[in-house]
Nanobody, 125 residues
Framework: VQLQASGGGSVQAGGSLRLSCAAS????????MTWFRQAPGKDLEFVAG????????QYAESVRGRFSISRDTSENTVYLQMNSLKPEDTAAYYC???????????????????WGQGTQVTVSS
């Protein structure tokens, strides 16, 4: 299985972007597909996750209410709709897949064994 992330770009504060993460192969109910981000000089940070088996979602507090994660089963793709973007959202965004994750594990990058390439998001003030 491979992950292909896309949709990054440059926007002004208050703008929107939609990131996509397409997984090759068939959808797997055991998967959780999640977005992380890393700004220059900072640690990798959890953004949002989608667990396929129960369609549950989880968000970092910093993006709750502005970002929305969703899936397209037919495309085996997860989307991250990012609205009301702020300069502090500037980062490289990575999608990742983990299997059979419990709720408390979703936000931890060490539980993910498959990663896509990053897509850059730049928000100017």
């Amino acid at each position: 299985v491979q992950l292909q992330a896309s949709g990054g770009g440059s926007v002004q504060a208050g703008g929107s972007l939609r990131l996509s993460c397409a997984a090759s192969g068939r959808p797997d109910r055991a998967n959780t597909m999640t977005w992380f981000r890393q700004a220059p000089g900072k640690d990798l940070e959890f953004v949002a996750g989608f667990r396929w088996r129960d369609r549950s979602t989880q968000y970092a507090e910093s993006v709750r209410g502005r970002f929305s994660i969703s899936r397209d089963t037919s495309e085996n793709t997860v989307y991250l709709q990012m609205n009301s973007l702020k300069p502090e959202d500037t980062a490289a965004y990575y999608c990742a897949v983990g299997r059979n994750l419990i709720t408390s594990s979703i936000s931890s990058s060490r539980h993910y064994n498959l990663w896509g390439q990053g897509t850059q998001v730049t928000v100017s003030s």
